[in-house]
């Protein structure tokens, strides 16, 4: 009997183990992905607390947009002023190391906060033209003499209320070259399209939103006065993305993402007399990026 009972004992707590080792709350073969076409193979492994870290190059595209420009002796408005981005040409300055921040370039970390969530902090480098010469619309008064060191204006001198006028290199050079930069944080979504048969290679459409600051480096010169200013805090934006995110492995990705964004510079250091003078403006871009990115 003693011997029965053992017996009994063993071969209840064995089928005990048994059933716990095929519950569905001890297993994790439930796909995680959250797919947009339900495709045949899924991933079975979640993303929720992995880091990613990404860095590539961007080409831009502006909308027109007023700058006015304000110091002692001036208030004017150049309206719907056109500009372009100045992107380096693909050559080896992209590898050099020392030179690797010289070209439109794209930086990033983020945190994935749930399987298809992340947020992210990044910094966009863009660079913004203004076209020289070209014809606008002038609304406000320039004086004689202008600024701290009394600039000569010679014959643009005068109260406009809606002229045409050519401006020149001998008027303007403005340019957001060191660059136009974009400090933002984004929360971003991800849905599977492809999934291949491994699970380890997929292709993943991404879509954002984000804010942040615009941190310029300004060459500005207005009417001959000026210098290449430092880096400053000049405004704000928005913006929204989307994107493909093909995953070439577990952990590396190659990416493609298009970004719209609206900002609005308060305060841009124009002629180096900080207190004194200064641009505004509003500007809206359409950004293009490729990068290169490791989750880990």
Excluded: C
């Amino acid at each position: 009997m003693k011997k029965f009972s053992i017996l009994f004992l063993a071969l209840l707590f064995g089928k005990r183990i048994q059933a716990q080792e095929v519950s569905p709350s001890s297993t994790n073969n439930t796909p995680t992905s959250k797919s947009l076409f339900n495709p045949e193979y899924k991933r079975n492994f979640s993303r929720k607390g992995d880091f990613y870290f990404h860095w590539g190059y961007n080409s831009s595209w502006y909308g027109k947009s007023d700058i006015r420009f304000q110091g002692p002796n001036y208030d004017f408005t150049l309206s719907d002023v056109t500009a372009r981005d100045r992107q380096s040409k693909l050559d080896w300055s992209y590898l050099n190391p020392s030179l690797i921040t010289v070209p439109q370039y794209n930086i990033r970390v983020g945190y994935f906060i749930k399987d298809n969530y992340s947020i992210s902090i990044g910094w966009d480098h863009m660079k913004y033209v203004v076209d020289i010469p070209q014809t606008v619309t002038i609304n406000g008064y320039i004086g004689p003499n202008i600024s701290h060191d009394n600039a000569t204006t010679g014959n643009l001198a005068g109260t406009y209320n809606g002229q045409m006028i050519n401006v020149k290199e001998s008027m303007l050079t403005y340019e957001h070259t060191d660059g136009f930069n974009y400090a933002n944080v984004e929360l971003e979504r991800y849905d599977d399209i492809w999934v291949a048969p491994s699970g380890n290679t997929s292709l993943t459409l991404e879509t954002g939103l984000g804010g942040g600051l615009l941190v310029p480096r300004s060459d500005v010169r207005l009417f001959g006065q000026g210098r290449n200013n430092h880096f400053s805090i000049s405004g704000y934006g928005v913006s929204a993305k989307i994107g493909l995110k093909f995953y070439v492995w577990k952990h590396i990705y190659l990416q493609n993402t298009t970004k719209v964004g609206a900002t609005n510079l308060t305060n841009v250091h124009t002629t180096g007399w900080d207190e004194l003078d200064k641009a505004s403006q509003k500007i809206n871009y359409l950004e293009n990026m490729w990068v290169i990115g490791f989750q880990f």
